[in-house]
């Protein structure tokens, strides 16, 4: 199993979703057997595998498995155990991806809360949070107040990380999807070609998320 799941996690780092789907699901038949659907191990698999079908865009399902593992999770591990809002945290990301965005902004807002208070404000799973709230500003049209949340991150981000890690090219490509959106199309134009250099040389010129950069540099060229 644990050699199943090293693969199949480096294939979801490659972008190959379909086969990682594959793989995760033999893993959790496997675990299930073996180790109960309760255990901990069990429940990080399947949210993993909701994360999957959440990235392939087949939100009913990732929803309908996220919800079993955080109703699971907070039962065996408790409602603030970090595990428990994690799976809340990809609940409204989901919910984000539906464009139900007052629902996303609540549940966002909840994980934030205890995040920070729990883990602290530069820690990066609670930055994580807040860069969502972020998207769902900017998906609101708050362009603004996204932009400035947008900057925060990154500050915060550039003191704790290195310049080219994954999570600050993230910030950095979502801050111009904002300025694009207020027709700032040269200021967009160039922070979208840094970061698909970056990405390029990081994650490959075929990684979904350089391609993703490519598109909207591409969009405005």
Known sequence: MASQKKRAYTLIDLGQYDKALTLLNEVVKEEKTIRGEDDPHTLKTQHNL????????????????????????????????????????????????????????KMYSDVLEVRTETLGFDDPATLNTQHNIALVLNAQGNYEEAFTLFA?????????????????????????????HQNKIE??????????QMRSTILGERHPDTLNTKECMDALG
């Open 50 to 105: 909701a994360y999957v079908l959440k990235k392939m865009k087949k939100y009913d399902d990732a929803f309908s498995l996220y919800v079993h593992v955080f109703e699971r999770r907070g039962q065996v591990l408790g409602n603030d155990h970090p595990d428990t809002l994690s799976t809340q945290h990809n609940l409204a990301s989901v919910l984000h991806d539906q464009k139900k965005y007052r629902e996303a902004l």
């Open 152 to 180: 925060n991150i990154l500050d915060i981000q550039k003191d704790i990380l290195h310049d080219n890690h994954p999570n600050i090219l993230a910030t950095q490509h979502n801050m111009a999807a904002v300025l694009e």
């Open 187 to 196: 200021e967009a134009y160039d922070l979208y070609s840094h970061v698909f």
